[in-house]
């Protein structure tokens, strides 16, 4: 669609939008209320899934175990791909907000951890049923296919991986777009877009390394793997500062460090729980064989009985979006939003969305929605203490509703529109 007929679409859909934002306020709540946990979202399916039966999709459900998707034919046309991930995070919620999460569950490892949406999927959850519904009851705007997807497991990198598996590409048209939205620290009412790499590949490794135990007061009849751990802990942290050049982009955490149940017994194994982010595949592998080099190193140097183990818990590739195509998004969004609309930089944080586009061989564009209050943030832009506002994955981190509600709406429709065909 062309500037006028993007203007003239949004026009015609505003006066529903606005009537629908208490509906879908009360949707978002009730996900906020009932978060759950990656590859366990049987609820959240569940809503997603009578949602778009009522509007009149073809249904489809428990691909790749809980993923939804909608199947909506309206006439010859391109075929429009909408994603939103539906997890939530192995995080206690202290937001103090009235619909605030007190969910406690049961994690992969069998642990009890408090739940919450400390990431915004429910608000993506509860955005694209918005756009689903506007655009099945205003079909008579535009010509195409449109596929909702509900995806599972976003944050343990397996969601997309898994309905792929299950045989989406199969079962399902091949999209000439997918097109994804995050909610991020950033003024609410506006939306961050950028072509090429917008967010970083992901990987997380656990690596267990092996001493010998003994009492306390004997250290000697020792091979301890604390002292290894903590060697092991600090050496990672020179591949980033001495190994890569700092005009490239890295991040290595060391997220975790477990190792013994008592103060006077040395235990038998330590282990690291590690996290990288890159935005180049050259330097992901050189930090990936970096680390398995220095733990080894570490271990050697102890005289550990065995090399370290180590285990992939999650690998996300970079998300890169399609050049042409996100230029063809930007425009739409200037028609629709002005100058709140703007380029942002790449963030360091990862996604599992591309895999989609990457599996079909199609382009895709992913971008960024603000949902900080927008006095909060234009206040922190000005102190320079932007990194102090809760982000992402923190306890404290939550979207304001309004204006952000119905911006992520916009966006979605707004960049659906831009593929879909004019009658």
């Known amino acids: 669609m062309q500037a006028e007929q993007i203007r003239s679409f949004n026009d015609q859909l505003e006066k529903d939008m606005e009537a629908?934002?208490?509906?879908?306020?009360?949707?978002?709540?009730?996900?906020?209320?009932?978060?759950?946990?990656?590859?366990?979202?049987?609820?959240?399916?569940?809503?997603?899934?009578?949602?778009?039966?009522?509007?009149?999709?073809?249904?489809?459900?428990?691909?790749?175990?809980?993923g939804v998707v909608g199947l909506l034919k309206n006439g010859e046309g391109p075929v429009v791909m909408l994603r939103a991930d539906m997890d939530a995070l192995p995080v206690a919620e202290d937001t103090g907000l009235p619909y605030a999460s007190t969910l406690k569950a049961k994690d992969e490892e069998g642990m009890v951890v408090g739940v919450s949406h400390a990431c915004g999927h429910d608000l993506h959850v509860t955005w694209l049923m918005g756009a689903a519904r506007l655009l099945a009851t205003h079909k008579g705007l535009?010509?195409?296919?449109?596929?909702?997807?509900f995806q599972?497991?976003?944050?343990?990198?397996?969601?997309?991986?898994?309905?792929?598996?299950?045989?989406?590409m199969e079962r399902f048209p091949k999209p000439d777009i997918i097109l994804g939205q995050h909610v991020m620290v950033g003024e609410a009412g506006t939306v961050g877009h950028r072509a090429g790499p917008i967010l970083s590949a992901g990987n997380s490794l656990r690596v267990k390394l092996f001493g010998m135990g003994a009492h306390g007061s004997a250290p000697q009849t020792s091979i301890d793997p604390v002292i290894m751990a903590a060697a092991t802990t600090m050496r990672l942290q020179t591949i980033v500062s001495r190994e890569i050049a700092p005009i490239e982009n890295a991040v290595l955490t060391i997220g975790a460090l477990q190792a013994g149940v008592k103060e006077n017994i040395i235990p038998n194994e330590a282990t690291l729980k590690l996290n990288i982010r890159t935005f180049n595949e050259g330097v992901r592998d050189h930090i990936l064989s970096a680390v398995k080099r220095i733990c080894c190193a570490e271990s050697a140097a102890s005289n550990a009985p065995k090399e370290p183990e180590f285990t992939s818990l999650d690998s996300y590739p970079i998300t890169d979006n399609d050049v042409a195509a996100t230029a063809k998004l930007a425009e739409a969004f200037l028609v629709q939003f002005g100058d709140r609309s703007y380029e942002t930089p790449p963030a360091s944080a990862s996604e599992d969305f591309s895999i989609f586009g990457r599996s079909w061989n199609v382009p895709y564009v992913f971008w960024f929605v603000g949902g900080t209050d927008q006095d909060t943030f234009i206040k922190a832009r000005n102190e320079g203490r932007i990194n102090t506002i809760p982000g992402n994955h923190s306890p404290k981190f939550y979207p304001v509703l309004h204006p952000t509600l119905k911006t992520g709406l916009q966006a979605m429709t707004t960049a659906a529109a831009a593929w879909l065909d004019k009658p």
Do not use: C, N
């Not at 535009?142 to 997807?149: A, E, Q």
């Open 20 to 66: 629908m934002l208490p509906e879908l306020e009360a949707i978002y709540k009730d996900i906020h209320l009932h978060p759950e946990l990656s590859m366990q979202e049987f609820r959240t399916a569940g809503i997603a899934a009578e949602y778009l039966t009522r509007y009149h999709y073809e249904v489809s459900t428990g691909i790749g175990i809980t």
């Open 142 to 149: 535009w010509k195409g296919t449109l596929l909702i997807v």
């Open 152 to 168: 599972p497991g976003e944050e343990v990198g397996r969601g997309a991986q898994s309905m792929i598996d299950d045989g989406m």
